[in-house]
């Protein structure tokens, strides 16, 4: 399939102030995790853990980029408390359907950020005994981070901006870009308050 342009988004992609990582970047680093992945967990029946929304494609194309037998799940959590807005404060909103006791389990995040979200995600899936426990991020913003977060698979690092695209949104909206860019000044309010969606 021909790659898309920005031009045929319109006025949409206007709002896009710089691709950071364009779509063949993307799916060429996706299919590389892909393999790596597979290699390691040969035999071993992987449970991907996907979280939601931000994770829906890259999660999809990983999957397909794996040759290996495998199953899927996913959580969803809400990073911000609603009455507060407090920074930090990760809830789980929707938990997991398959029993990871005794299972290889990958879990799969968008993007880490100060790594608050991923530490009370893991935290909540050890509770469950898993035999194994290793994360895989499309994207890393190290700049901000304020607890260590021990990634196992990685495909980009990101400067510490906000970005939307490919699954990551601002205020539910780009999520459909098929490339990953910073956000045009007129597109953009105050987009510390809106990581709440995931
Ligand atoms: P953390 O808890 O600070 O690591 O935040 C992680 C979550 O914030 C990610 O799972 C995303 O849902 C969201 N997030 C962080 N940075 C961005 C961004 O640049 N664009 C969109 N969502 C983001
Ligand atoms: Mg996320």
Redesign the pocket.
């Known amino acids: 399939m021909a790659q898309r342009t920005v031009q045929e988004y319109g006025a949409f992609a206007r709002d896009i102030g710089q691709i950071l990582y364009t779509e063949e970047q993307i799916q060429q680093r996706v299919r590389e995790l892909g393999v790596q992945i597979s290699a390691d967990y040969e035999g071993k029946n992987p449970l991907l853990v996907g979280?939601l929304k931000?994770v829906l494609f890259f999660l999809a194309d990983l999957l397909r980029a794996m040759t290996i037998p495998l199953e899927v799940d996913f959580i969803a959590v809400s990073?911000f408390s609603p009455q507060t807005r407090q920074q930090g404060y990760v809830r789980m909103i929707k938990d997991l359907d398959i029993p990871i006791g005794g299972r290889h389990v990958i879990f799969v995040?968008?993007?880490?950020?100060?790594?608050?979200?991923?530490n009370y995600i893991l935290r909540t899936l050890r509770v469950h005994k898993p035999a194994s426990l290793e994360v895989c991020t499309l994207f890393d913003?190290p700049a901000k981070r304020l607890i260590d977060a021990p990634v196992k698979y990685k495909g980009f690092d990101l400067p510490d901006q906000?970005?939307?695209g490919y699954g990551?949104?601002y205020r539910e909206k780009y999520r459909n870009l098929p490339f990953v860019g910073l956000l045009a000044a007129h597109a953009f309010k105050d987009a510390a308050q809106e990581?709440r969606s995931?």
Do not use: F
């Open positions: 979280v931000g990073s995040e968008d993007v880490i950020d100060t790594g608050l979200t991923l913003k906000y970005v939307v990551l949104d990581k995931g």
